[in-house]
C-alpha cells in the first residue's frame, strides 16, 4: 500500500493500526507479542516484537510459528494457547479471544469467521495444533488449520465496523479511506 510506511504503522484516528489491534487485544489475553517482518522491529518497547522466522513458512503462518518458538523458548511453557490477530483489521470483536477460547478443541484451533466466511488470521491456536502444521500440504494458514482438529466460531455484523464486518481488512488505499471515513462518523472506538 505504502511504500515508505509498513501497513501496521498507517494512522487510523489518532493512533496506528498496530496499536490500535493491541489496544483491542491486550485486554483479552495475558500477554503481547508481535510478530513482524525486519522492517517493523523495536517499534514500541511496550511490546515483545518477534521476528519471522523465515524456512518453509511464509506469511501469517510463519507468524504463528515464530511466536510459538518465541513462547516454548522464552516461557519454558510446552503447553499454551496463541491467539492470532491482524493488525489491518482494526475492528475485530473486543470480545473475539473469549468467543474463540469457549469453542476451541483441546487438540486443535478455533478460527473467526463472518457471513460463512473465514477469518483464518483471526484464530486461538493451542500448542499441540501448532505442533502438527509441519503436515500441512501448502503452508498457508488455511491449509495448516486444515490438518488439526478446528472449529470455526461465526461472529455477527457489528454497528462500530464498516458495512457491519469486524473483520473489515484493509488492503488498498481505499480500504484506509473507508476505515478512516468510518472513525471520523462514528468515533475513534
Not at 498496530?18 to 517482518?37: H, K
Not at 519454558?76 to 490477530?85: C, E, I, N, R
Not at 509441519?134 to 461465526?154: F, K, M, Q, T
Amino acid at each position: 500500500m505504502n511504500a515508505e510506511r509498513p501497513k501496521p504503522l498507517l494512522a487510523l484516528g489518532d493512533r496506528s493500526l498496530l496499536v490500535r489491534a493491541i489496544e483491542r487485544l491486550q485486554p483479552q489475553v495475558d500477554e503481547i507479542v508481535v510478530s513482524v517482518a525486519s522492517s517493523l522491529e523495536q517499534v514500541d518497547p511496550r511490546w515483545t516484537f518477534v521476528a519471522d522466522a523465515g524456512g518453509s513458512f511464509h506469511g501469517p503462518l510463519n507468524g504463528v510459528v515464530s511466536t510459538a518458538r518465541h513462547v516454548e523458548a522464552t516461557k519454558g511453557l510446552s503447553s499454551f494457547l496463541l491467539m492470532t490477530a491482524a493488525a489491518d483489521t482494526p475492528f475485530f470483536p473486543r470480545d473475539v479471544v473469549a468467543s474463540l477460547s469457549a469453542r476451541v478443541p483441546p487438540d486443535g484451533v478455533a478460527v473467526a469467521s463472518h457471513r460463512t466466511n473465514w477469518i483464518p488470521t483471526f484464530a486461538l491456536w493451542t500448542s499441540e495444533a501448532i505442533a502438527q502444521i509441519d503436515d500441512a500440504p501448502e503452508r498457508s494458514l488455511r491449509s495448516a488449520i486444515g490438518v488439526v482438529p478446528h472449529v470455526v466460531v461465526d461472529f455477527p455484523d457489528m454497528d462500530d465496523a464498516p458495512d457491519g464486518d469486524p473483520f473489515f481488512n484493509i488492503n488498498t488505499p481505499s480500504d484506509i479511506e473507508r476505515a478512516r471515513h468510518h472513525v471520523a462518523v462514528y468515533g475513534n472506538r
